[in-house]
């Protein structure tokens, strides 16, 4: 509950135009004063956030007002989901058969500035193996940027629904998750693919990720 004051009162700022794209917001620690809520209340409604590109997370600079649009608020599938149940083996084969063509379309496609954002989560990645939450923003991020990198907007919208409900069950059971380097690397492996244009290698590495991360959820299951 207090995680969602939080994104109401960012949500406030921003469409009161007190804050702009590109604004930095103010630090963790004045947030929970002005909200009324605790640090780890503020840092999981910014996760939030940040998930849906609202705002942008920058390690060591601060918390920022995204300057892209943000993605649409309502999910279809997520009705569908409370309605009749998506079962994990079946989101992750939605996964492969969307996320495979996407990697590979990717190596064919991705310019600089796209494999720069890609690599830039793969270094988050890195950096935040040791917090779970933080990780977890950033791998969504880092299959967003994949998408974004294949260049076919519709794809990379039906990739965003089915990793929102990715998101939503994952963010409650990664609390206690130790693989994330592991994970780590082998988000940096389908980076160097699509960076060197393998195309065939960046669906081989993006299908042995999502393979490895759905038996690593049945044993947490």
């Known amino acids: 509950m207090a ?125 935040s193996v040791d917090d779970v939450h933080r990780f977890l923003v950033h791998d969504i991020r880092f299959h967003r940027a994949v998408a974004e990198a294949a260049r076919n907007p519709l794809l990379g919208a039906i990739m965003e629904m089915v990793a929102d409900l990715f998101y939503d069950h994952r963010k409650t059971t990664v609390d206690d998750w130790q693989r994330a380097p592991e994970a780590a690397e082998q988000h940096r492996r389908i980076y160097q693919a699509i960076k060197a244009g393998d195309v065939a290698n960046a669906r081989l590495e993006m299908g042995d990720h999502l393979t490895w991360a759905q038996r690593d959820q049945r044993m947490e299951d």
Request: proline share 6%; charged share 25%.
């Open 3 to 127: 995680a969602k004051l939080v994104v109401a009162f960012v949500r406030q700022l921003i469409e009161s135009g007190e804050f702009r794209a590109g604004d930095k917001l103010p630090p963790e620690r004045e947030l929970a004063q002005l909200i009324g809520v605790s640090r780890p209340s503020v840092r999981a409604g910014l996760q939030s956030l940040a998930t849906v590109g609202i705002v942008d997370s920058r390690r060591g600079a601060g918390t920022f007002v995204a300057e892209g649009p943000p993605l649409l608020d309502v999910n279809p599938l997520s009705l569908f989901s409370a309605l009749h149940g998506i079962p994990q083996d079946e989101l992750f084969e939605a996964r492969r058969v969307i996320e495979i063509d996407l990697a590979g379309l990717a190596a064919e496609r991705a310019g600089g500035d796209e494999l720069a954002a890609i690599s830039e989560e793969v270094m988050e990645m890195f950096a």
